[in-house]
């Protein structure tokens, strides 16, 4: 057998003796609601996707995208791919966001990724959170700059590391992803940001989970906290709350443009098709517009919380919409997303290598989308299953 496909079968025989095999299944068709026909033809409630708002269904997104005058980019932006619509998109990112300058790129993995290896390089100190998105990481890995990870959201264990640094750099830079993806908890940006000015570091800031329905008009966790700053570089994306596709940097004018020139993976990609500008254009009017929609995400939330804790539901301490329910060992998440899946509600299980061994967890989001008896019944198929397992025990 030729050496690929022998090494291929390989670490597939470990990657499913270690129960770490993922499977996709196929949407069907969707509805309003947040619901999705599956391949077996049964329709379920969806608590598992990143569209805080339920704006990927809305209608007015698909249209705008019809209306856009090329489905396609056709090249890089360097090349003959920066339509007006991205210009557009750019311009109105930067007032919603409160920044001199925006740069729209493919997705959040491709500008985390390529933006952090332009803005640290080998002569310069990274300081990473522990729990950054993989995006984040391998940012970080690419800048070839010396990274010291530090404690979840954990200033002290930060500023010793500062302190304690071996050898003096070029340049420090903080990475912090804003709302933590898998544990649903927000960083501590406004100690980040003061640690940042106190030591002349830069700070690098993810808020792909809280763009679009956390603070005014869903301009995410630093404007809502009153955090614009020079030394700061924030990354938004389209693909959660703004229920499309595509990403953008944003911060001061000659980083941007430093980004422009440098970016690996904007620079040699194709830019973002002018229909999805125009969707995401679509999307930001809705944020700005209609807070009915992250004020109904926000009751949600907090009924999901008040109806979990009443039936002795251990949860994350979390005010966002993304809720981790810990469970340990990964065949335990396992069984009980099948048992979800079973009653109608589509949950993932999240298991090593995305989170740290011994804490895998059923990850459960919340959508302006979804109905309150949908909530309701979420947390009385979770209770079930937890009842279950304490008879099995007995
Ligand atoms: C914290 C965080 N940053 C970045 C990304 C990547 O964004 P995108 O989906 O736009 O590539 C994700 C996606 O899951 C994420 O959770």
Not at 143 to 165: F, I, P
Not at 177 to 183: G, Q, T, Y
Not at 303 to 325: D, N, T, V
């Amino acid at each position: 057998m030729p050496w690929l496909a022998e090494r291929a079968r390989a670490e597939l025989a470990d990657i499913a003796a270690a129960e770490r095999t993922r499977l996709r299944q196929t949407v069907g068709a969707s509805r309003a609601d947040g619901q999705v026909r599956c391949a077996d033809g049964q329709w379920r409630r969806v608590f598992c996707s990143n569209d805080y708002l339920g704006l990927a269904g809305d209608p007015r997104l698909a249209a705008a995208a019809a209306g856009a005058d090329a489905s396609g980019a056709r090249a890089s932006q360097h090349v003959c791919g920066y339509h007006a619509e991205q210009a557009a998109l750019e311009a109105e990112l930067a007032a919603v966001l409160g920044v001199p300058r925006v740069l729209v790129g493919g997705s959040g993995y491709a500008l985390n990724s390529g933006a952090i290896a332009v803005l640290a390089g080998a002569q310069d100190q990274i300081y990473s959170d522990a729990l950054n998105h993989a995006s984040l990481i391998d940012g970080c890995r690419l800048s070839r700059a010396r990274v010291q990870r530090y404690a979840h959201a954990d200033l002290a264990d930060l500023q010793a590391h500062m302190d304690s640094a071996a050898r003096p750099a070029a340049g420090q830079l903080i990475v912090t992803d804003a709302l933590f993806s898998m544990d649903g908890d927000v960083a501590p940006l406004a100690g980040l940001l003061d640690l940042a000015r106190r030591r002349d570091a830069a700070l690098y800031v993810d808020d792909a989970h809280g763009f679009g329905w956390a603070g005014p008009g869903g301009s995410g966790h630093l404007a809502a906290a009153g955090l614009a700053d020079a030394r700061v570089v924030q990354l938004v994306t389209f693909g959660k709350a703004l229920g499309g596709y595509g990403a953008a940097l944003a911060g001061e004018a000659d980083i941007i443009e430093w980004l422009l020139q440098r970016c690996r993976t904007t620079m040699f990609a194709t830019a973002l098709p002018p229909a999805v500008c125009a969707a995401a254009r679509a999307a930001l009017r809705i944020c700005a517009g209609e807070p009915e929609h992250a004020a109904r995400l926000r009751a949600r939330i907090a009924l999901f919380r008040r109806e979990a804790a009443a039936a002795g539901l251990r949860l994350l301490p979390s005010q966002s919409p993304i809720q981790a329910l810990l469970l340990g060992a990964e065949s335990r998440a396992l069984a009980w997303q099948q048992g979800l899946w079973q009653r109608g509600y589509w949950v993932n299980a999240i298991r090593p290598p995305t989170v740290p061994a011994g804490t895998a967890r059923l990850r459960i989001t919340l959508s302006a989308a979804q109905a309150e008896a949908d909530v309701r019944g979420l947390v009385a198929a979770l209770a079930e299953l937890q009842a279950a397992e304490t008879a099995l025990s007995a």
